[in-house]
């Protein structure tokens, strides 16, 4: 859902009413430098009539948006406690303005403007105040009619408080939770954690997305792409099969799988980046998913087991190398200084426990496992860890100095190439000397198509 901002208005005049609501109207200045103190949350009447034109717009920091509101009032106010706010003017009967400005009097800076959220009437929020934050809010008119008596609300952000739903962490591409036809409820989503699932859709079927929004705030839009697009993430329209991007409440997408073969895919929720507010809770509806016959890519044994530093290492990839088959490793939270390469195999599997670890590419009778330590070829990702637990790559075939690049061949006996539609198996293992002479370990593995 994005917010369309009128191309066209019609003025229109008003009675100068003034709006009774409980408590009353409050005093407000339309001078930035004698802002009237504000406490509290809740609903707080005023009334414009008779102010002037101020001009003030926060340092700029609202591209001239503050500058143009009419006949403005300005209002102190201090968060009560640590979290986010919503500020609107829902319930005033004219066209209004407003801004929100962090700081005091005339040398707040501004952090938020808007004009129109809820037909004429605007909303703005304030993500992460502290306890005691001081706020300027400076609330007007778009044009020289548009004053009188109006409301002022401000709301705890309904975000607060909110905590990571259970089918995280899916926040990235490589970590999409594997999904199949049904509903999931109570699923957060914010402007800094997007959420990535993906499932099958078998030749000639048509798969059904729904997000059902459970407030107004957060606009969510949603994305369909083939599970190795490398604009998997990207949270733009660009190599999408399908989108959810409406001007409305929810969203739905429907697409058809005309490719000729079954095809693994990843629908990417994100937050809107103009969103009024920087998260939403939803329901997710799939319906027409299937079973291909194969598995869709996404974690193996994940979390991995905890290693000496008390973590699991994790593994993680994306694509745009350009060399081989394009695809890059990456391990975090490794153990520092000590030796790690990477593991493929034709199946992921349950974890089998060796030395700490659990190891996800055998145990069934047709699983193979091959190593990427074949020396003096691309097929080697020997490297080790930097004092941060980061994989250094030490043998050169790595275009960022970590991880490695896959090259397009797997180190079988006599070298396999990778082909596009392949599904192949990834973990890595590593020393864990500081748990005990001899001891290893390994990442969470994940499962990639080409």
Not at 87 to 103: E, R
Not at 109 to 125: K, L, P
Not at 282 to 289: A, K, P, R, T
Not at 404 to 423: E, K, Q, R
């Amino acid at each position: 859902m994005n917010q369309m901002t009128p191309t066209t208005r019609s003025q229109f005049t008003l009675p100068l009413i003034t709006l009774i609501l409980a408590g009353g109207a409050f005093a407000q200045s339309d001078d930035c430098g004698a802002a009237v103190p504000l406490a509290g949350t809740g609903a707080f009447a005023f009334d414009t009539t008779g102010h002037s034109t101020s001009n003030f717009d926060g340092a700029g920091g609202c591209a001239g948006g503050s500058g143009s509101i009419m006949q403005d009032g300005f209002w102190q106010w201090s968060a009560p406690a640590a979290g986010s706010y919503v500020f609107d003017t829902n319930g005033t009967l004219w066209d209004t303005k407003l801004s929100v400005h962090l700081g005091a009097a005339c040398a707040a800076v501004c952090g938020d403007y808007n004009d129109d959220t809820s037909g004429f009437q605007s909303e703005v929020s304030l993500v992460g105040l502290a306890v005691g934050d001081t706020v300027l809010i400076q609330v007007g008119g778009f044009g020289a009619l548009d004053f009188g008596g109006g409301s002022l609300n401000i709301t705890p952000h309904p975000c607060n408080g909110l905590s990571d739903d259970l089918l995280e962490d899916n926040d990235d591409c490589a970590n999409a939770y594997l999904a199949a036809d049904g509903t999931y409820i109570g699923l957060l989503v914010s402007q800094a954690d997007s959420d990535f699932y993906t499932f099958c859709v078998a030749d000639g079927a048509a798969v059904d997305v729904d997000l059902l929004f459970t407030n107004a705030y957060g606009d969510l839009d949603c994305f369909l792409r083939a599970a190795n697009s490398t604009e998997c993430g990207t949270g733009d329209g660009l190599d999408e099969l399908a989108d959810g991007f409406s001007a409305s409440d929810n969203e739905h997408l429907t697409w058809t799988n005309n490719t000729g073969a079954a095809l693994e895919v990843v629908l990417e929720v994100n937050v809107w980046a103009n969103s009024p507010s920087s998260c939403n809770v939803y329901d997710l509806i799939v319906s027409g998913s299937g079973d291909c016959g194969f598995q869709p890519p996404g974690p193996l044994c994940d979390p991995a087991n905890p290693n000496s530093t008390g973590v699991p290492a994790v593994l993680s990839y994306s694509w745009g190398t350009g060399v081989g088959s394009d695809l890059h490793l990456e391990v975090t939270n490794g153990v520092p200084g000590q030796l790690a390469y990477f593991l493929v195999g034709n199946e992921g599997t349950l974890g089998i426990p060796i030395s700490n670890g659990l190891f996800c590419l055998a145990g069934t009778p047709t699983a193979q496992f091959y190593r990427y330590n074949v020396g003096g070829t691309p097929m080697n990702s020997i490297g080790g860890f930097d004092a941060t637990g980061t994989m250094i790559n030490a043998v050169g075939t790595s275009t960022t100095g970590f991880g490695f690049d896959v090259p397009n061949t797997i180190p079988t006996s006599v070298p396999t190439a990778i082909m596009a539609g392949d599904t192949w198996h990834f973990q890595a293992w590593y020393r864990d000397t500081p748990a005990g002479m001899g001891q290893s370990n390994f990442t969470n593995g994940l499962r990639v198509v080409f």
